[in-house]
């Protein structure tokens, strides 16, 4: 039987378990490049969108989404990436073709809700905001720029850069990288 290796982090201290995997779950990794000539969709917008994916589409609202999914046994979780949007999940075996179909709504029938955009917004906004008080942070990415000398400095003013974007972010350009979804290349 094979086994999966889950590792577990609290505090300072590194936790792993090796667990088995069963053979009847399916899991899967499918990620969208976006299209060339889409410079225009930060990276900021695109872990915006990823926030609002599982919350909409044009057949389902997401508590419907959400009771599919627990009907179904289905774990999906989006995440974006420098230019890619990553949908990861898990399903038993008896259920990929309920998965398939979730993925395929979700792809070609999300739609972008004006309330939930601005909610996702503002916790966007917020978490920036939390990161600019965080002097953990500003000392981590001055102890890296010491160990790394050799690598691209990580910056601080990136925080001040990431808040122009998300204040600048619209309903209308997470409708455009949904858009763009269809004819990106995809990876599986």
């Known amino acids: ?3 999966l290796t889950t590792t577990t982090h ?9 667990l088995p995997v069963r053979s009847d779950i399916v899991h899967l990794a499918l990620t969208a490049h976006i299209p060339e000539g889409s410079s225009r969709f930060t990276p900021e917008a695109l872990h915006l969108y990823s926030t609002l994916v599982l919350t909409k589409t044009k057949k ?3 508590e419907a989404l959400e009771a599919y999914m627990m009907a179904h046994g289905i774990n999906l979780s989006v995440a974006a990436g420098r230019e890619t949007i990553t949908f990861t999940g898990s399903v038993r075996l ?3 073709r309920n998965f398939i179909d979730l993925l395929t709504e979700l792809i070609f029938e999300g739609d972008i809700d004006e309330h939930e955009f601005g909610q996702k917004k503002k916790l966007a906004l917020e978490a920036n905001r939390e990161a600019h008080d965080n002097a953990k ?3 981590l990415i001055n102890f890296t720029n010491a160990l790394y000398p050799h690598e691209p400095r990580a910056q601080l003013h990136t925080l001040t850069e990431e808040k122009s974007c998300l204040v600048k972010a619209t309903r209308s350009e997470s409708s455009q990288i ?4 269809p004819t ?3 990876y599986l």
């Open 184 to 186: 990106s290349r995809w």
């Open 178 to 181: 949904h858009r763009a979804l």
């Open 10 to 18: 609290v505090g300072n201290v590194t936790l792993t378990r090796i």
């Open 1 to 3: 039987m094979n086994s």
């Open 94 to 96: 008896a259920r990929v």
């Open 60 to 62: 389902k609202s997401k």
């Open 137 to 139: 942070r500003i000392a």
